[in-house]
């Protein structure tokens, strides 16, 4: 189960770490191909976070988002492929951050070929994120395990037999002793009648 645990988490995060090595090897000065690609996409989200919500967006260099991706992804994933919750957290904030602004098929018609394209990769990454938060989830729902000293059993078996025949001896022979009845207990001494 431990094996099947970590390769499943090794393909999940391979999504991540492959994509950040990508742009992490396209990156060049400016940012590469996806600097290029997010600079409109982030135009359209910042104005659309201004005139919708009424929040000002500072400015950000465009290479600074692809930088900051690339950290979250490639760093989160590895973290992640060895079971740590920063790992999961830290592709959380990636997703949380990237989705609405890299798939924004509310900004096109429903008949036109870039809405269902960007549906569908909306939809992927959402059921990506999903995943995490399940395995945010899961992780938090276990107790850790606490490594417990095996404590040594005793030979209570030959001394409850032991103190069975004693009690059944005095029984007969000492009839001013009472016994208490459980088996094993030593008989208390009585009041004489």
């Given at each position: ?9 090794v393909?999940f995060?391979?999504?991540?770490i ?11 000065v400016?940012?590469?191909l ?37 950290f979250?992804?490639?760093?989160g ?13 830290m ?6 951050i ?14 036109e ?31 850790r ?21 004693w ?27």
């Open positions: 189960m431990a094996f099947t645990s970590f390769l499943g988490r393909l995060a391979s999504i991540f492959l994509s950040a090595y990508q742009e992490f090897n396209e990156f060049g400016d940012g590469g996806a600097a290029k690609a997010l600079k409109p996409k982030f135009g359209v989200f910042t104005s659309h976070v201004q005139s919708h919500a009424g929040i000002q967006v500072p400015e950000i260099e465009i290479k600074h988002l692809v930088s900051a991706a690339i979250l992804k490639g760093i994933g590895i973290l992640f492929i060895f079971g740590s919750s920063l790992g999961a957290y592709l959380i904030i990636h997703q949380l990237a989705i609405p602004i890299l798939y924004d098929f509310y900004n096109y018609d429903n008949e070929k870039e809405f269902n394209q960007l549906f569908l990769k909306f939809t992927q990454h959402m059921a990506l994120y999903g995943a995490l938060l399940f395995f945010v989830g899961m992780k938090n729902s276990f107790p395990r606490l490594h417990k000293k095996k404590v040594p059993k005793t030979k209570t078996a030959f001394i409850e037999w032991l103190l069975k025949k009690s059944s001896c005095c029984k007969s022979i000492l009839p001013v002793f009472i016994m208490d009845g459980r088996a094993g207990d030593f008989p208390s001494p009585a009041v004489l009648w």
